[in-house]
């Protein structure tokens, strides 16, 4: 048995050989027990040989060169066997997002409850927060002439997080501290254009104008935005995706080219891919969490099922409020999530209620029960735009396999988005895709003929299902409390 020594190669090992992209390789320990090859700072100064085989694979692996001969074997791009795919993340069996609408917060409203949610920040009476990957939406502007309280100091319409004042496009209110949120990942999804309620829902204020302005201003501060949630009463015709003569969504105009409102032409060329279409649901765990939808301009866009309501008595029962997460979240709910391996897209309205911090006692307990479904393996929490771009590489990647020498060769070659065509092969777009291989500790994974670094992926030990995978990284994990750095208007 060859003997490697702790310092120097040993310690290079442990940072390659890290199974997560979660927390530091030194202080990585398995979610899943036995599931993943795992080393702390202090392993022994040899390994087994069947460990050291695979440790010096991994050493490997990153940096050589792809076969000649095996070259074009790997560019033949086929859809993806679902049986040799997993559906989640390793270890994960299920995935959960909260989708929620921005109305009515304020700047400090939003930096408490995301202190919460997003860090493990000592909140004062609440204890540590839980540390999940949650985003938010985003406003340009504010039309609103309803009387209203935005929060528990008074501010009315004037305290709410804006881009501009109001509708005035010349002059901005929040405009900094929405771009230092976007770039931090506490905001990556749009609530329309803005808040255009009105107590005449004839009273409409939106405008084309508003729109061609609002895309201008995020491309000239680096936002791409993938994700549109509709809002609010009819005077809102910016919405669109659900349109229909006959009922409530008639007043929907965004889509249509006829209409002085019309916007999706704009929308949907910067870059938005899903749509939640003001339609509710009650239902919480999904196979999928989007679906087709045909808009009247002729084009096509993802809609997001988002959990929404209960239903009772042929009634709505609306849970999107935060006093209502423990409603929203249960375990039974989470359990059900696991065995049936499904995403689950949770509407709410963190900061829509002039009520100070948003969560009392059950939901406080509620978001640290989801925290431990995550700290398990079992439910991965994800912002918004990450699970549903991680739904679409995950249906519909493409890859092809060789074998040499008894090595694995396994490239993704294409995410082909049957909507909006192939997607950018860039490491964000295919983080969490996991392949069942015979032999994980000697298979190569490549992203378009690229070997990725052993820091970009991990090898997994058998699942529930019996066999080992493969997979490109997940996100890292971030607690950085972002709050502390936002720009003061």
Same mark, same amino acid.
């Given at each position: 048995m060859k003997h490697i020594k702790k310092a120097g190669f040993a310690s290079s090992l442990i940072v390659m050989l890290a199974v997560s992209g979660c927390v530091p390789a030194a202080?990585?320990?398995?979610?899943? &027990?036995?599931?993943?090859?795992s080393f702390k700072a202090e392993t022994p100064a040899f390994y087994p040989p069947h460990l050291e085989d695979a440790i010096l694979f991994r050493q490997r692996a990153g940096s050589v060169a792809v076969p000649e001969d095996l070259k074009a074997a790997l560019q033949r791009s086929v859809p993806a066997n679902q049986r040799q795919l997993r559906k989640f993340p390793h270890p994960y069996r299920g995935m959960l997002a909260f989708a929620s609408d921005i *109305?009515?917060?304020? &700047?400090?409203e939003f930096a408490e409850y995301h202190r919460f949610l997003n860090t493990k920040e000592e909140i004062p009476g609440? +204890?540590? +927060?839980? +540390?999940? *990957?949650? +985003?938010?939406s985003m406003w340009f502007y504010l039309a609103n002439d309803k009387p209203n309280i935005a929060d528990k100091s008074g501010h009315g319409f004037e305290g709410i997080m804006t881009w501009f004042d109001y509708t005035d496009m010349t002059k901005y209110r929040y405009k900094d501290l929405i771009k230092h949120y976007w770039q931090s990942g506490w905001i990556d999804s749009m609530h329309t254009f803005g808040d255009f309620s009105r107590k005449n829902p004839k009273d409409v204020v939106f405008k084309r104008e508003y729109a061609v302005k609002a895309w201008e201003e995020m491309k000239a501060n680096g936002i791409q935005c993938e994700v549109w949630i509709n809002h609010g009463n009819e005077a809102n015709v910016d919405a669109f995706g659900a349109f229909h003569p006959k009922q409530f969504s008639k007043y929907q105009e965004g889509d249509n080219p006829k209409s002085p409102n019309y916007h999706t032409d704009l929308t949907i060329k910067n870059g938005v891919h899903f749509v939640w279409n003001s339609k509710g649901e009650s239902q919480f765990g999904n196979d999928s969490p989007i679906f087709e939808i045909s808009l009247r301009d002729g084009q096509k866009i993802w809609g997001i099922h988002r959990y929404t309501h209960e239903q009772k008595n042929r009634a709505h029962d609306w849970t999107w409020v935060p006093r209502e997460v423990h409603r929203q979240i249960t375990k039974e709910r989470l359990d059900a999530l696991i065995e049936n391996e499904q995403y689950a897209v949770i509407g709410q309205h963190l900061g829509g209620y002039n009520i100070g911090f948003p969560f009392d006692e059950k939901g406080v307990q509620t978001l640290r029960m989801l925290e431990s479904y995550q700290e398990q393996g079992h439910v991965l929490v994800a912002r918004t735009s990450r699970l549903l771009n991680y739904s679409v590489a995950q249906k519909y990647v493409q890859y092809a396999v060789a074998h040499k020498d008894g090595e694995t060769w396994l490239n993704i070659t294409a995410i082909q988005d049957p909507l909006f065509g192939p997607q950018p092969l860039v490491l964000d777009?295919?983080?969490?895709?996991?392949?069942?291989?015979? *032999? &994980?500790?000697?298979?190569?994974l490549l992203v378009n003929m690229k070997p990725l670094s052993a820091d970009e992926y991990q090898v997994n030990k058998p699942d529930h299902t019996g066999r080992g995978s493969i997979g490109v990284k997940w996100f890292p994990r971030d607690l950085t409390d972002y709050s502390r750095t936002a720009p003061q208007r």
């Open positions: 202080e990585k320990t398995s979610t899943e &027990p036995g599931t993943e090859l *109305d009515d917060t304020t &700047p400090e609440v +204890g540590p +927060g839980v +540390g999940l *990957d949650v +985003g938010d777009k295919v983080r969490g895709l996991t392949f069942y291989v015979e *032999d &994980p500790e000697k298979t190569h």
